[in-house]
């Protein structure tokens, strides 16, 4: 599972962080497996750390933003991506652009959402095949929806970028993002979050 944003700085190692994150506390230690989740930016900072406040958002959800560092979107990435995840429809451009048939796998986050909440969950493979494997049937089932659920507006499915903002305006992406996260998580585990 590949998010994708500009900077690789800010909306996708949050992203990326609050999924491992939200994997791992629902799944209470039972190992994702083959299932891997990473973050690049169509103009990714290479070897850049996360900013200050996408790391305190992230603290502020519990997750960890240790060690990560920025990497510039490349081919490798898409091609070992079973699904693409991005900030906007601009940067899902982009990456169906680069070519690799992307075009099924790569979806905007809110997006993805949106298509998940209509996928029943009993139709995906049980846990015990893998996270992976349940992963990869997500992503057939949500690109067979595309298409047949629009967004509402062009808008919806767009996470702006908080780059430069104040924490404020930080914190209120983490709050976009790990909404939209809740679902996709839920149908990849089977387990709701706990609140």
Request: proline letters at 6%; charged letters at 20%.
């Given at each position: 599972?590949l998010h994708v944003s500009t900077g690789n700085v800010c909306r996708s190692p949050i992203t990326e962080r609050l999924t491992r994150h939200a994997l791992a506390h629902r799944l ?100 015990g095949d893998g996270v992976a494997e349940r992963a990869r049937a997500l992503v057939r089932a949500a ?53």
């Amino acid at each position: 599972m590949l998010h994708v944003s500009t900077g690789n700085v800010c909306r996708s190692p949050i992203t990326e962080r609050l999924t491992r994150h939200a994997l791992a506390h629902r799944l209470g230690g039972i190992p994702v497996g083959d299932l891997i989740v990473e973050s690049a930016g169509t103009w990714g900072h290479e070897g850049a750390p996360m900013e200050a406040n996408a790391a305190a958002v992230l603290a502020d959800f519990g997750a960890d933003a240790t060690g990560f560092t920025g990497r510039e979107l490349l081919d490798e990435h898409v091609i070992r991506a079973d699904l693409v995840l991005t900030a906007t429809r601009d940067h899902r451009a982009q990456v169906i652009s680069m070519g690799h048939s992307a075009g099924l796998r790569t979806f905007t986050l809110k997006e993805f959402t949106r298509l998940v909440r209509a996928i029943d969950p009993a139709t995906l493979p049980p846990l015990g095949d893998g996270v992976a494997e349940r992963a990869r049937a997500l992503v057939r089932a949500a690109a067979a929806l595309r298409g047949w659920l629009l967004a509402p507006s062009p808008d919806a499915d767009e996470v702006y970028d908080p780059y430069g903002a104040p924490i404020t305006f930080f914190r209120s992406i983490g709050d976009e993002i790990n909404q939209a996260l809740d679902p996709v998580v839920t149908a990849l585990t089977g387990v709701n979050a706990r609140h």
